[in-house]
């Protein structure tokens, strides 16, 4: 079943995502959800220790984040929202998957409202970008606690949500694909383009 094995491939991942210490602490959260069931959204359960997540680790919740019924005794993501606004806003995104990375915040502690990147080889990482002869920006928007404000202000940014992918500051980096296999690279390609620009800015 391609609930399952989307399951293990992502469970997989986070566990590989965890060795690069990108979800200390028990922190982060992912999603995916099917083209044969877009109403229904798989995602990481909360407080589970990223380095021993396994398949049964996701739960279901619908298009609002409310879990379904027979996931009413467990405790989604606190961020599940932002999973849902995103999925609202980019109907075709499948899986979005997220990171605290040192280096999202550390770009994000310093400056304003995004991170311009230029020049780089791996941003024909991001879907529809054929040239490293090309600049993007990823925006930094600010964090906080209430996910009914912090999906409005996704909503009002919109506009410059250019690549799939964004900082929440002093936070960490969330990404999106059509399935995971792009929600994956374009999570590791503003990964691998954040720690080249501090680098080199440093
Ligand atoms: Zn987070």
Same mark, same amino acid.
């Given at each position: 079943?391609?609930?399952?094995?989307?399951?293990?491939?992502?469970?997989?991942?986070?566990?590989?995502?965890?060795?690069?210490?990108?979800?200390?602490?028990?922190?982060?959260?992912?999603?995916?959800?099917?083209?044969?069931?877009?109403?229904?959204?798989?995602?990481?359960?909360?407080?589970?220790?990223?380095?021993?997540?396994?398949?049964?680790?996701?739960?279901? $919740?619908?298009? =609002? &984040?409310?879990?379904?019924?027979?996931?009413?005794?467990?405790?989604?993501?606190? !961020? +599940?929202?932002?999973? /849902?606004?995103?999925?609202?806003?980019?109907?075709?995104?499948?899986?979005?998957?997220?990171?605290?990375?040192?280096?999202?915040?550390?770009?994000?502690?310093?400056?304003?409202?995004? $991170?311009?990147? =230029? &020049?780089?080889?791996?941003?024909?990482?991001?879907?529809?970008?054929?040239?490293? !002869? +090309?600049?993007?920006? /990823?925006?930094?928007?600010?964090?906080?606690?209430?996910?009914?404000?912090?999906?409005?202000?996704?909503?009002?940014?919109?506009?410059?949500?250019?690549?799939?992918?964004?900082?929440?500051?002093?936070?960490?980096?969330?990404?999106?694909?059509?399935?995971?296999?792009?929600?994956?690279?374009?999570?590791?390609?503003?990964?691998?383009?954040?720690?080249?620009?501090?680098?080199?800015?440093?």
């Amino acid at each position: 079943m391609e609930a399952e094995k989307t399951k293990l491939a992502l469970a997989d991942t986070i566990r590989n995502w965890h060795q690069k210490g990108w979800s200390p602490a028990t922190s982060t959260n992912y999603s995916f959800r099917l083209p044969e069931d877009p109403n229904t959204i798989y995602v990481s359960r909360s407080g589970i220790d990223k380095s021993q997540f396994t398949a049964d680790d996701f739960m279901e $919740v619908d298009l =609002q &984040g409310i879990a379904k019924p027979r996931f009413a005794d467990a405790r989604p993501s606190a !961020e +599940t929202l932002i999973h /849902c606004t995103l999925y609202e806003l980019f109907p075709e995104t499948q899986c979005i998957v997220h990171s605290h990375s040192v280096y999202s915040v550390l770009h994000s502690a310093v400056e304003q409202d995004r $991170v311009t990147i =230029q &020049g780089y080889e791996v941003l024909k990482g991001f879907e529809g970008i054929t040239t490293h !002869e +090309t600049t993007v920006d /990823c925006p930094i928007l600010d964090n906080t606690q209430d996910m009914v404000a912090f999906s409005e202000t996704l909503r009002n940014a919109k506009e410059k949500l250019t690549i799939p992918a964004f900082i929440m500051r002093k936070h960490g980096t969330y990404a999106w694909g059509k399935n995971l296999f792009d929600a994956k690279r374009h999570l590791e390609t503003i990964e691998y383009l954040l720690e080249c620009e501090w680098k080199l800015r440093r």
